[in-house]
């Protein structure tokens, strides 16, 4: 009785689902449900090499004309299924020029021209919490910045007389660390809103993220099936976005749970893989009849769901290849045909003094950003891997995956099997390539 009290707010003698959810994510109200953590750069990034990879061809961390004028011969050889498009998947897999050197620049190179700024609390009602925040983000722009005890004017060239105005409050052209304080007050270039769809919720519709720019010189923002790109002159922004609660997970591990009703062997491979008490199988299906009806498959929804489902991981990174990202216009890693025509006249443009040479200062900071609804239990491959044992018969046959030859997730039309009419059918979003939640049922 003293258990059930502490749920039952309704004091009714039952705990609902909705009672239950607060007592769960109650450890959440001590920490913002939204964890962001800085990893710098992305992982198994070459952090000694040049940002602008196989293209730089001397690995002196510029790019000249001859360099620039061999960039589509120098890109083409990586499509490896003649497709006319270089994936981001067919650049990682490529081991030669990972070991040639492939990733960020070195700290020396990128030290003058790149910043990334750490989000802080600054919402607390507790002054000195607010100060010991506003000098903690100083110091780290500090230290992400420069060696130096302060920042020049010249050295931000790219912002408006305005802005550095707001932070230089004594006019010496100068940011020290106590104006650089009150950076964090300044009001955003643009503002990112993503939602997912409800825990309980049946429907087709995934996630849905769009970008409002605040500044009319913010830049410009596109989206993909899995995220979406804020280009600017100065600043490439790449969105991921991830969700383990999908309607292909709920339906693959229904399916999963039901060949494991019939197969003890497989029960036990569940039960530790998904982090359930023994015996969860006799609650899972009361009536033995070794089928979920949907009450009983939404209940254990719910429990999978309960713990997880309200926390949204952001990991923010610096671009293991920027290079990539900057001739990727619509932000959907492949670079197209028309894109590799016209990488050269795009670096061209970023050649500031005109020189005729790009160098890492001219290079604009391209950060990644992944948007996570995670839960390692409920991922694809994971609910996949965990019917190994079973028999042949429950097992589907992936067909996306067979006609997927360069393995980058999409369809494109040289890889489908289908006619014509039946590709432009299934290209929902009409963009050329079909997607797996344009195409597959579980």
Request: hydrophobic residues 35%.
């Amino acid at each position: 009785d003293q258990i059930i009290s502490m749920y039952d707010t309704e004091a009714d003698k039952a705990v609902s689902l909705d009672e239950l959810k607060p007592f769960l994510s109650r450890g959440l109200s001590r920490n913002n449900p939204l964890q962001i953590s800085d990893i710098g750069v992305a992982p198994n990034a070459d952090t000694a090499s040049s940002p602008w990879g196989s293209l730089d061809r001397d690995d002196n961390y510029s790019l000249d004309a001859e360099e620039r004028s061999k960039l589509e011969s120098s890109l083409e050889r990586y499509d490896y299924n003649g497709d006319a498009i270089v994936s981001l998947l067919e650049l990682n897999e490529n081991r030669t020029m990972q070991t040639a050197g492939d990733g960020m620049s070195s700290m020396r190179s990128m030290l003058d021209t790149t910043t990334l700024l750490l989000p802080v609390n600054t919402d607390s009602e507790d002054v000195s919490e607010r100060k010991s925040a506003r000098r903690s983000f100083s110091r780290r722009l500090m230290e992400r910045y420069t060696f130096s005890i302060d920042i020049p004017r010249d050295s931000w060239s790219s912002w408006s007389d305005e802005r550095w105005a707001m932070l230089d409050s004594n006019e010496d052209e100068v940011l020290d660390r106590e104006e650089l304080e009150q950076a964090i007050d300044l009001p955003a270039d643009n503002v990112l809103y993503l939602s997912f769809p409800g825990l309980s919720s049946q429907s087709d519709m995934e996630f849905k993220l769009h970008c409002q720019s605040v500044h009319s010189e913010a830049g410009s923002w596109s989206t993909t099936v899995s995220g979406g790109k804020i280009g600017a002159a100065h600043f490439t922004c790449n969105l991921e976005v991830q969700d383990a609660y999908t309607k292909n997970s709920r339906e693959l591990l229904r399916t999963r749970l039901e060949a494991a009703l019939k197969d003890t062997q497989l029960q036990t491979i569940f039960t530790s893989q998904l982090q359930l008490q023994d015996g969860a199988f006799g609650l899972i299906d009361p009536n033995d009849d070794k089928k979920l009806d949907e009450d009983e498959f939404q209940r254990v929804w719910n429990w999978l769901s309960s713990r997880q489902g309200a926390r949204l991981i952001v990991r923010w990174m610096l671009s293991e290849r920027p290079w990539f990202h900057i001739l990727d216009e619509n932000g959907d890693q492949r670079l197209t045909e028309v894109e590799l025509s016209q990488a050269s006249t795009r670096l061209i443009s970023l050649d500031r003094n005109q020189n005729g040479e790009l160098t890492p200062d001219e290079m604009p900071l391209v950060v990644r950003m992944e948007l996570d609804r995670g839960d390692n239990r409920l991922e694809l491959n994971q609910i996949l891997g965990m019917t190994n044992q079973a028999s042949a018969a429950v097992e589907e046959q992936d067909w996306f995956s067979a006609m997927d030859a360069n393995s980058d997730g999409y369809l494109a039309k040289e890889e489908y099997f289908g006619d014509a009419d039946q590709f432009s059918v299934a290209d929902a979003d009409q963009d050329g390539f079909l997607s797996r939640n344009e195409v597959y049922e579980p």
